[in-house]
């Protein structure tokens, strides 16, 4: 089943899911727009809110949700795949979803369920990477990661981006979660196709990269461009007023004027993403690695579909994954369509940190 079906990525999913051969349920809260979508495709519908749907998961083995922001979807679908004992996946980038999903952890491996939140581009190669990482240089105590998302994003990821702008950003410092101010670090980072600056940003690795590689120090960042970076630093005064459901409104409204629904089919195919990762040890060790990928949307779809599809062959104990653990860190190494190199460790990748004169 895919929740939230006829939203940009849903609707995606859907036709990677049909690409694979597979006959997926569509659900979502609103019937007459998941109705075209199941005539279009002729599969089966099923009109649900989230807070109902353990009524509505029959004859179902593993849910997809991609109905963002997943702050007001994912607990009550997680708690529903827990009481009827489904797999459960989701597209989310949100922190609390993460947090809110391994603190199941005991509750999935007794019902025998896969908890696995962010099969899109946030985590996927972040977290292979960052597995990946933890591999070459065992006793690494920090890790930074980046990503460039190469093309605008959807108004989906949009909403949520702005929903989130009052939480400021996170950080992991010796083992635990730290909120630090927007923009609280920059720095141009040598992806496999340029060097770009990045900003520090709130997303998901910075609480699944310790579940997954236990490295004590995590900080993540998103490549834009360098005004946007000091602009993010500089609305943190700002962040209250930015965090009022009336701006927030006006902000969407304002990015909807600019972006539309999401990138076009021909910058799915030609647009391609970027991530990179660096470990450290307190030693001055270091080991550095680069994944380039499809398109954020048409990765997003096609590497839930591959990772949910696992779903169907699991034989071991449930619980709480990251992709990482899931499907193992190498899953991108050998995947059409992408690039991962690692370097030798202790090699210099001129990472450069900007001069920051406001910390
Ligand atoms: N992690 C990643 O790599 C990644 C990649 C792609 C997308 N995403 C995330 O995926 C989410 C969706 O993005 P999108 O571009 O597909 O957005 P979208 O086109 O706006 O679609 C959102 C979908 O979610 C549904 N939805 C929203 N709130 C709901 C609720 N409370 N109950 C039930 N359904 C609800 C919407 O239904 P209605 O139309 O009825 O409101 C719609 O079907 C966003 O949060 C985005 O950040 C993450």
Redesign the pocket.
């Known amino acids: 089943m895919v929740?939230?079906?006829?939203?940009?990525?849903?609707?995606?999913v859907v036709r990677e899911a049909i690409a694979q051969g597979r006959r997926p349920i569509l659900a979502?809260?609103?019937e007459a727009?998941l109705k075209p979508l199941a005539d279009k495709f002729e599969l089966p519908l099923r009109p649900f809110?989230?807070g109902d749907a353990a009524e509505h998961l029959d004859g179902v083995g593993t849910l997809i949700n991609?109905?963002?922001?997943?702050a007001?979807?994912a607990e009550p679908l997680i708690a529903a795949c827990l009481q009827r004992g489904l797999h459960y996946f989701?597209?989310?980038?949100?922190i609390s979803i993460f947090q809110a999903a391994h603190k199941q952890h005991e509750a999935a491996l007794k019902t025998g369920v896969i908890l696995c939140p962010?099969?899109?581009?946030?985590?996927?190669p972040t977290d292979c990477l960052a597995a990946l990482l933890k591999q070459a240089l065992p006793d690494a105590t920090h890790l930074e990661l980046a990503f460039d998302f190469g093309t605008l994003?959807?108004?989906?990821?949009?909403?949520?981006?702005i929903q989130s702008i009052g939480d400021g950003c996170l950080i992991r410092e010796n083992g635990v979660l730290k909120s630090v101010r927007l923009g609280y670090s920059t720095i141009k980072v040598p992806f496999a196709s340029a060097d770009l600056w990045a900003v520090s940003l709130p997303w998901?690795d910075v609480f699944t990269s310790h579940v997954s590689t236990r490295i004590p120090n995590a900080i993540v960042y998103g490549a834009l461009p360098h005004a946007v970076c000091w602009l993010v630093r500089l609305s943190n005064p700002l962040r209250g007023f930015l965090a009022r459901p009336g701006v927030q409104k006006k902000l969407v409204a304002l990015a909807g004027r600019f972006l539309g629904?999401?990138p076009d089919e021909s910058k799915r195919i030609s647009a391609r993403t970027g991530f990179w990762g660096r470990v450290t040890t307190g030693d001055g060790r270091e080991c550095s690695g680069t994944i380039t990928g499809p398109s954020?949307?048409a990765?997003?779809a096609e590497l839930a579909v591959a990772i949910a599809l696992k779903a169907e062959s699991w034989e071991q104990d449930g619980g709480y994954f990251t992709a990482s653990m899931l499907v193992g860190a190498d899953f991108l190494s050998n995947r059409e369509g992408y690039k991962v190199e690692v370097q030798r460790v202790s090699e210099d990748t001129g990472a450069v940190r900007q001069s920051d004169p406001l910390h």
Do not use: H, K, Q, W
């Open positions: 929740y939230g079906a006829y939203g940009f990525t849903g609707e995606l979502g809260r609103n727009s809110d989230v991609c109905a963002g922001p997943f007001s979807t989701d597209v989310t980038g949100e962010g099969v899109g581009f946030d985590i996927v994003p959807s108004m989906g990821t949009t909403r949520t981006a998901g629904d999401g954020v949307y990765m997003t």
